[in-house]
């Protein structure tokens, strides 16, 4: 991929991951994210039969399950003792329009 | 109905009959507690917390699945869902997912609806096991006029099963018919209180004559769903007549006007990223485990339809219309063991009952409580002992239904039918002379009769038996006519 | 095997603790003086720690403890806690600006073992920032500093863990792991560092980096300190969905000085021959042909499927970062913007911005291209077939072999800002550490020798559960590494 397409996927990604990206650091920014991708193509030289299941865990224990009863809540008031994220205890978001 | 609409629906049903939410010990009742209370290190996603899931939950989506003759997947599958939103404390949400080789807790059902005489089978697509989010509200009331968003966790981490199904329904009404008996479903497996606010909410996709599909967002409730798919369709088709086309797009419901608007396009939607959840390994579901459930399953609404029909002697029609409210039918059973005459009182609760709550716009379950067979016992006995007319008899029911009034208190204000022909005579005699011009008009011609009578039931604010009226002026004018 | 740092007082193992302490409760505060007195000389050069703990909160619980039945196998082991591990009322910070004034409102379930065993936090301790790197340089606030070499780094994540118990600032720590955040810093820094089989330890509390990779264990500067440190945290947790429901038996019963059985153990060539340095494989060579005179069998085995680990470990890392770092956007806690009159996705992204550093940022943005549409299948879901591959290929190693051992690091301790600068040479450290977390096993280091006045880190690793095993040789290592 070229630098410019590069750039591109930069932007696309920090819409996606809704990070903001310092303009000044975006050419460094592209080149490692360029290398490291590289890097990554290195497992597609490596064939893989297509039985292969994924593996997305190595636990293999049992899975623990809940029963449906109640446990100690705690108020949002723990988090923010302060209250100055907080309105008549909900939270303040910014706008969401 | 135009024939070439395509409707398809993605049902949210909380499961509110669990104590708590899917992941953590927290209280599922958010309706009743103040804002941010019943939240915890989980539900609010802090930094280090984990899910665990809720067992009760996954059993209860097995039962639906069974009851919507679905494929059980033989291990639960959680992936994480991303985007952001300030209601979603992770920024992901904990669902399922069907690509990748991934699978949700069930897929390939079914579910046969019945609209006008016809029986229809509708697929469905698949189940999925997710979280729901929080709650937004704004300090001013209004989106657009508050300067920021208040934000409620307390419904964030309620259990949530998502039913999709195939694009089946040809006409709003079709899809009404269908979400009104999944809530039935809903309601007899004991998963959904359906008449909680929010509790089963439904995206519809529709399409007309080929067109985009258009997704609608926001419905509340089976009634909303078809107004909102009658009101849909007529502004694409009006569209179209126009020489316009359908665009894809994402519109909401808004319930107060009737109408759907268009959401704003949110850039780069649909890239959700699904990805197992690393800290939910599969979970085996068992062949054990789903016949367990299997056997434990509750009679489901369409079996009880035929029961009922059968047991209480009920027309077709009027059992499915009570197997539609599971309360409604419990009641319906309770009180006709309790006070008999179940033809009366399917009739009472079908035709009257549901007839008051929906134009009072009153909860079927307050409409019940005051309805109770205590009350539905005195009012059938008052029927049957000729105290009340049938006439009466409704107009009990609806004021009952309406003010919360007892039967006794009714019939204390002399509310009752007059059985005593002396006291109807003197009614009589009092309209007789109040209108001379009509007694001897109705002594010429017998039909003129109907006018005294009227006046004599107006008199007697109905009460009095029609057909006694008829009978005593009847008698009068013969008396006359000798005069 | 000390850094100059430390103090015969400040150096002393758990056991010797517990012994003095029994015999004269007031040892416990001469302990915390010395332990208090080398953090006033050292500190401000090292900067292990995030947050210190005041002497007087510490030797105010040590006056609890003294007081109650139990002192507990920790007997008031003074234990440093990495900055990911959330403690209730202290702050946390995953060593980033994101969470600088994050305090959670509950403790992680090791630190709540921790507490009831006896141990007395002291502080919390410097790491790159959300795990993220070798080095601990990648800290939001500043690097630590290697004890044997200022000019050199500790390694990382858990740099400040590692060197708070090199430097005899702790008596033991915990670190996390999940590409080899625990072995790499306890190789360079000469301590010992244990990466349990993933499971076996609770990771509620633990905040993520990536989930299905991460383990909290020990670092120490005695084979028997990690293993008394081990027994206490692991063990079932209700909490976390992946922990282990095993009996393991005492760990601290292994720590012998012969070897329990004859091992057979493995030698992976791919972990010993490219780029490794020559002094470094000096010591490993004589290492081995010490515990073949113990009776050992030491075999040399190729896994030419090692050479993807890199790429592998390091998309899956990614991918469940970008999932995991999802969550911090300013709202409920850590950095905080103005929100009124804002736009959510204005102050998310701004948020994002400021809260994280490079490297966090570098790794969400791959992360989130690995998973995104289109690049799914070829990245994220290839890797997790290549980690199938790779824990099959253990599974058959370990059928044959007892233990395997390695070079934790194929280098010395790099100079400060040697690799920093380049992702690619920075992840090259993890070559010999990140395959053992792909497959969820146990793996440990211990210092196995010095080359030019630095420690070199022996990776001593094994099946699922194998930890016993590990220790026992890890203890014979310690043993003769100096005869």
Redesign the interface.
Known sequence: MSRVSWEKVIKRLSTLALIEIDQARSDSLSRDLERIIEMFNKINELGIPEEVEPLYTTFFGEVNLRDDLESESMGIRELDPVGERLEDRYLKSPRTL | MNNDVMIGLEVHAQITYLRTKLFCGCSSNYRENPPNTNVCPVCLGLPGSLPVLNKAALEKAIALSLALNCKISDKLLFVRKHYFYPDLPKNYQISQYDRYGLTPIAVNGEVTIEVDNKVKTIRIRRINIEEDTGRIVYPERSVLGSKYALIDYNRAGVALLEIVTEPDFRSPREARVFLDKLGSILEHLEITDTSLEGALRADANVSVNGGSRIEIKNIGSPKDLEKALNYEIARQLNIIKSGGTIERETRHWIKEKGITVASRVKELEGEYRYFPDPDLPPIPISKGLIELISKSLPELPDSRARRIAKEYGVSDYVASVLVLHKKLCDHFEHSSKVCGNPKLISSLLVNDLLRWVDEAGIPLAVGINRLNTDRLCKLVHYFSNGLISIKLLKDYVRQVVLEDINPEELVSRGLTTIGEEEEIEKVVDDVFKENPKAVSDAIKDPKAINFLVGQVMRKTKGRADPKLVNEIIRRRLAEYGLK | MLPPQCTQVASISIRTLRKRVAEDPDFLFSYIDEVYSVIEKYEHRLRAYITLRPKSEVVEEAERLLKSKEIGPLGGALVAIKD???TKGIR?T?GSKM?ES?V???D?TVVSKIKESGGIIIGKTNMDEFAMGSTTENSAFYPTLNPWDYGRVPGGSSGGSAVAVAACEATVALGSDTGGSIRLPAAYTGTVGIKPT??LVS??????Y???LDQIGPIARYVEDAAVVLDVISGHD?????????RTGYFRDYVVDYPLKNYRVAVIEEMVSEGVDRGVMKVFSKLLEKLEGRGLTVEFKRMP?L??S???Y??IAM??A??NL??Y?G???GV?LE????????????A??LG?G?EV??R???G??????GL??????????????L?EEFTKLFKVYDLAISLTSPILPPRVGEVISD??KL?SLDINTVPIN???LPALSVPGGFVEGLPVGIQVFGP?LSEGYILNLARVIEVIRDE
């Open positions: 990911n591990i959330s946390t995953c969470l994050y959670p409102p509950y992680a993933y499971g990771r509620y509390g633990l905040i993520a990536g989930s299905s209700p909490r976390d969905s992946t922990s282990l429901r095993v499927l050479q993807y890199l790429p592998t390091y998309i991918a469940e970008s999932s999802a969550r956007d709202l409920k806690y905080r929100v009124e009159g804002k736009l959510w996705t204005d102050v998310y992204r701004k994002r911005m994280f490079d940022k570098r969400i943005l791959i989130t291209y690995v998973l995104s549409e799914y299948e070829g990245y994220y879901l290839k890797a997790a077939k290549v980690r199938r591959l824990y992702p690619i992840y792909l497959a969820g699922p």
